[in-house]
């Protein structure tokens, strides 16, 4: 069961209490480039990301954020470390969040400022610890990444701010849950969860699958993001398979297809690439199967709203379990793209 925390706004969207678990990501691009951040943050909504951060390094950086702001739809997060000036600007600027980093920015008194002028303008403040935190590499990595959120939570909160969200992260998989399992039974305030630095896409899948999924398997996590090395929409589309495999979220296209074996009658893989590349951007929920038995195949994928399965030069064309068709391979995958067009179509009327 999801652990119950204080529901938070970001700007449009409300993380924590009974929300969804949101799915985040993070620009890789210079953030004073106005029109190449616009750009990637219309990629990274039109995959499905609900809350982004921008990397604010200078004045220049922080003055973009109000351009930025002009042409996307979902709140973005300010995320700041070493220059606390930079934090206020950044908020004169219009985010919707700040993410601090506890221990670089030492001087309580600028903390004070920072949540003064976030209450001000009602955004909340991230608290994130990571090990950038330390100086120095501490005895004890996951109670120190612990004591230092908790520090800089006391200090916002002896400041009457509690629009607070907790973000423990570390590259390491078990660090990061055992830091987060402690953190969630002494706080009820929102927790962002990720795998920091996970590395490149493969790598990052496993790490950030198991990180991340054990976490909210276990009811902690109101947000998310999965760190990879390359294309952010990757992280979007990582993070909406980790949410659909735990039966969280519901979100596009889930595709079930069988690992292929001696029996395989079909190109199960080329199959697989077409329907990626023709529906892949639909953000209707969809689950399709792509079997490459005739035989086990329907049976193997009841729950599928539609599937196709090979024979010997021939297939199937099947929704939830019961045969529709039976075609020939060479109009197999036409017919099966004309049927799941309609499919997704009535899903979505229903939807409306």
């Known amino acids: 069961m999801r652990r119950k925390t204080k529901a938070i706004s970001i700007g449009n969207t409300a993380i924590g209490g009974s929300n969804?678990?949101?799915?985040?990501?993070?620009?890789?691009?210079?953030?004073?480039n106005v029109s190449l951040a616009v750009s990637e943050i219309i990629r990274l909504e039109d995959a499905g990301c609900?809350?982004?951060?921008?990397?604010?390094?200078?004045?220049?950086?922080?003055?973009?954020?109000?351009?930025?702001?002009?042409?996307?739809?979902?709140p973005i997060v300010a995320d700041i470390h070493f220059d606390p000036q930079l934090a206020l600007a950044s908020i004169e600027n219009g985010a919707d969040k700040i993410r601090l980093n506890p221990s670089n920015i030492e001087d309580k008194e600028w903390i004070k400022r920072i949540a003064s002028s976030a209450k001000a303008r009602n955004i909340?403040?991230?608290?994130?610890?990571?090990?950038?935190?330390?100086?120095?590499?501490?005895?004890?990595?996951?109670?120190?990444?612990?004591?230092?959120?908790?520090?800089?939570?006391?200090?916002?909160?002896d400041e009457g701010f509690d629009k607070i969200v907790v973000s423990i992260k570390s590259s390491d998989v078990i660090t990061t849950i055992e830091a987060n399992m402690k953190i969630s039974e002494l706080l009820d305030y929102p927790i962002h969860i990720g795998i920091t630095e996970a590395g490149p896409l493969e790598e990052s899948l496993v790490k950030s699958g198991i990180g991340i999924g054990f976490l909210i398997f276990n009811g902690v996590g109101d947000t998310l993001r999965v760190s990879i090395t390359g294309d952010p929409v990757w992280e979007v589309k990582a993070a909406y398979e980790i949410l659909r495999s735990l039966g969280i979220r519901e979100y596009g296209l889930n595709i079930i297809s069988c690992p292929m074996c001696?029996?395989?009658?079909?190109?199960?893989?080329?199959?697989?690439?077409?329907?990626?590349?023709?529906?892949?951007?639909?953000?209707?929920?969809?689950?399709?199967?792509?079997?490459?038995c005739a035989v086990n195949g329907p049976g193997e994928a009841k729950e599928a709203d539609l599937g196709i399965a090979g024979g010997k030069s021939s297939g199937v064309i099947f929704r939830e379990g019961k045969i529709l068709k039976v075609l020939n391979e060479n109009t197999l995958y036409e017919e099966f793209s004309k049927l799941l067009k309609e499919t997704i179509s009535l899903k979505e009327t229903r939807s409306s």
């Open 20 to 32: 969804p678990i949101r799915v985040q990501s993070m620009i890789k691009v210079d953030t004073r």
């Open 124 to 157: 909340p403040i991230r608290v994130g610890a990571n090990l950038g935190s330390f100086k120095e590499r501490p005895e004890n990595i996951v109670q120190a990444l612990v004591e230092s959120a908790l520090k800089e939570v006391k200090i916002l909160e």
């Open 262 to 292: 001696g029996r395989a009658e079909i190109e199960i893989l080329e199959i697989v690439k077409k329907i990626k590349q023709d529906f892949g951007s639909t953000k209707t929920p969809i689950k399709i199967a792509v079997m490459g």
């Open 50 to 74: 609900e809350i982004v951060r921008l990397a604010v390094k200078d004045n220049e950086a922080a003055s973009a954020l109000s351009k930025i702001k002009q042409n996307v739809h979902i």
